[in-house]
C-alpha cells in the first residue's frame, strides 16, 4: 500500500528527529511492502523567516491533501515574544490543528523496562504503568477570547457541550480498544464553569456506554496522584490545557520527555509529533533523543493507516534497542557503557536495523 505523508521539520532539532521517524517508516515499507511518499513543508519559525507567517497557505494545503503528516518540533528564543500582536510559531500550530480538524490528542505514558531506574520514581511505583491521556485539542482556553487592556490581560476557557461529547466518546472507544473499563476524567468542576459543563456532558455521554466505568478526579488531585499512585490509570480523559499540563508530567514517570509520543486524530488527516520541545541549543549537534518521533510514527501507523501490525514491531524495535544497552545522552545513567551512548542519526538506525530484523 502506498501513504502520502507531509512532513514538516520545524525548529531547533526537529529536522533531526523526523529524518529518524522517516528512516524507520522505509524500513517498515521494506519489510511489509508499503510505500510511503513524503514532501516536505515549512512551519513554525522556520516559515515566519521564510514567509512571515507562521503556516503559510501551501503548507496547510499540503497538510490537508495528505494521509498523515509528521511534525519534527516548532519555537524557540529566537521568536518568542510578549507583544500581544507579535507572530509566534505556536500560533502555526495551533492553526494547523484546527484546520485539520484534529480534536483529540493521544499522549501514551508506557514504562519500558530497561529504563526503569532511570526515572525518579521508585521503580516499584511506576513499573507496568500504562496510561493513555486523551486531551481535548481545539477548543478551551488556548481557543478562547483574549485580550490585553493597559496593566489588565484575559483569556477565557470557552466549551460547548458537543466538543465535550465527541472528546468523551472518542475516549470511550479507546478504553474499548485497549480492553479495559477504567475511564478517569478530569477538570476542575469545584471553581471552574467550564469544568461544571464539562462534568455534566460527560457523565450524560458515558451513560451510552454501560461497559465503561468513569470516574471524575479535580486536576491538582489528578496532578498529585500521577505521581503517588499512577498504576491507578488507565485512560485519562480532559481538556486542553489540562491535557497539556498532565501529559508533561507524567513524561517524566519514563524519566524523559524525549520518550513520550503525541497522535492528533479527528474526521481528517491526523498529526503526529514528540510532545517534547524544539531545544533550540542542542541543534545540529546530533544529541537529540529521536524515540517519541519515532513512536509517533508507529502511532501513524496504528491511528491513521490501521497497521497495527507494523506500528507493533516499531515499538518492538525500540524495545530490543533499550534492552541492549542503547541509549542517546539523555536517558543514559551511569550503568550505560561509554560506547552504547549514540546520537540521534545513531538510534535512528538501531531502531530502522531491528525492524528490518
Not at 497522535?263 to 542542542?282: F, Q, R, T, V
Request: hydrophobic fraction near 40%; aromatic fraction near 6%.
Amino acid at each position: 500500500m502506498q501513504f502520502r505523508i507531509a512532513v514538516l521539520p520545524g525548529d531547533g532539532i526537529g529536522p533531526e528527529i523526523t529524518r529518524q521517524a522517516q528512516k524507520v517508516l522505509d524500513a517498515v515499507g521494506a519489510k511489509f511492502g508499503h510505500s510511503f511518499e513524503y514532501t516536505e513543508a515549512l512551519t513554525g519559525g522556520a516559515a515566519i523567516d521564510a514567509t512571515g507567517t507562521p503556516l503559510p497557505e501551501e503548507t496547510l494545503a499540503l497538510c490537508k491533501s495528505t494521509d498523515a503528516v509528521l511534525l519534527g518540533a516548532i519555537g524557540g528564543p529566537k521568536w518568542d515574544t510578549t507583544d500581544p500582536k507579535g507572530v509566534r510559531p505556536e500560533q502555526g500550530l495551533l492553526g494547523l490543528r484546527k484546520e485539520l480538524g484534529v480534536y483529540a490528542n493521544l499522549r501514551p505514558v508506557q514504562i519500558f523496562d530497561a529504563l526503569i531506574d532511570g526515572s525518579t520514581i521508585k521503580p516499584e511505583v511506576i513499573r507496568g504503568v500504562d496510561i493513555l491521556i486523551v486531551r481535548e485539542l481545539t477548543g478551551g482556553i488556548y481557543f478562547g477570547k483574549r485580550d490585553r487592556v493597559g496593566d489588565m490581560a484575559y483569556d477565557t476557557e470557552e466549551y460547548h457541550a458537543y466538543e465535550v461529547e465527541r472528546i468523551v466518546r472518542k475516549a470511550c472507544e479507546l478504553a474499548r480498544a485497549r480492553g479495559t473499563s477504567n475511564v478517569c476524567s478530569v477538570d476542575k468542576a469545584n471553581v471552574l464553569e467550564a469544568s461544571r459543563l464539562w462534568r455534566e456532558v460527560a457523565h450524560t455521554t458515558v451513560a451510552e456506554y454501560p461497559d465503561i466505568e468513569m470516574w471524575d478526579l479535580l486536576v491538582d488531585n489528578c496532578a498529585m496522584q500521577l505521581i503517588r499512585h499512577p498504576k491507578q490509570f488507565d485512560v485519562v480523559v480532559t481538556s486542553n490545557m489540562f491535557g497539556d499540563i498532565l501529559s508533561d508530567e507524567a513524561s517524566m514517570l519514563s524519566g524523559s520527555l524525549g520518550m513520550l509520543a503525541s497522535a492528533s486524530i479527528g474526521d481528517g488527516p491526523g498529526l503526529y509529533e514528540p510532545s517534547h520541545g524544539s531545544a533550540p541549543k542542542y541543534a545540529g549537534l546530533d544529541v537529540a533523543n529521536p524515540i517519541a518521533t519515532i513512536l509517533s510514527a508507529g502511532m501513524m501507523l496504528q491511528y491513521s493507516f490501521g497497521l497495527t501490525e507494523e506500528a507493533a514491531a516499531v515499538t518492538k524495535a525500540i524495545e530490543d534497542v533499550l534492552d541492549e544497552g542503547w541509549r542517546t545522552k539523555d536517558i543514559a545513567d551511569e550503568t550505560t557503557l561509554p560506547q552504547r551512548t549514540v546520537g540521534t542519526d545513531a538510534m535512528g538506525s538501531l531502531v530502522a536495523e531491528r525492524v528490518a530484523g
